[in-house]
């Protein structure tokens, strides 16, 4: 399923209230985690050490919950695409949480819904929950309420 095109910031308003989604599946491999400690610096062994993550009540790493939530931008644009803008910016977020962990090896993908378009000098700016599952069915890996600009 590709995204929900819209167009321009009036398309944008008339789809509040619309869900995306789903997004295809993403494998978070242990070398994209090792990747992501590298460019944070958080190299805390429930991540990183697959040998004592063993004995950790997972049973083996996990990613970071700040690698799930940097994965809800990436799943965005899959989710919906603004036509005839100058400009989309990540404004921010209202809320984030972690309910579940993610599992080395495990498959996740995006859901989201417009949950608010409210105008801005020069565009709209939309309030999008964006929710991370993994492929167990169990809670969400990640849910947040995303602000995304776009600028006409």
Known sequence: MGPLVVKGIDGLRT???AVLGPTEWLRID???IDMFADVTGDHQWIHVDPERARDSPFGCTVAH???TLSLCNYFLPQLL???GVRL???YGANRVRFPAPVP???QIRGRGEILACDDIPGGVQ???LITAE???GGKPACVVETLNRWLT
Do not use: K, P
């Open 88 to 90: 989309g910016v990540n």
């Open 126 to 128: 939309a309030t999008i």
């Open 65 to 67: 919950g700040y690698l």
């Open 81 to 83: 695409a603004v036509e």
């Open 104 to 106: 080395v090896d495990s």
């Open 134 to 136: 993994t492929a167990d």
């Open 30 to 32: 242990q070398q994209r």
């Open 15 to 17: 789809a509040t209230g």
